[in-house]
């Protein structure tokens, strides 16, 4: 629980996050433009500066079945289509920033927590913070990507 309490944002003006270590996300919150900013904006936060994404973009037609990212990142452009599935993220966009985590070398790696419901605990660890939390606190915490995400 508290693990999650610290992904989480205060509930008041100006709606800051607790830590910039980890982020609690419901996965079942994309409705509009900007939602998949929002959240390449917060992975970038949980990143400590290692992965930056800037010019973000995004375009979110629920009805149309369309929706996709743009940004860029260590001076190069992306753009990546996303599955529509209601208002539900596509996860998939996780295991893509996890490639390029990997393909810019980063100290950090995704990692995800399994909450039993619908959000889930995102974080951006190095191999020796991820392991000194699991041992600390016994959490199931994986690397974005893994088996058991």
Known sequence: MMYQTLGQTIEREPWTSITDKCWNFDL???EKNGDYIDIM???SRISNGELIFDNLKDYVDIEGGKAWTSFNCHGDSYKWSLKVDGEWVDVELFDKVQLLAQKYQTKGRLT???TGGQDFVLGFYSKEELESIKQKTGLEIVLVGSKGQ
């Open 28 to 30: 079942e919150t994309i």
């Open 41 to 43: 904006r917060h992975i």
């Open 112 to 114: 995800t927590f399994d």
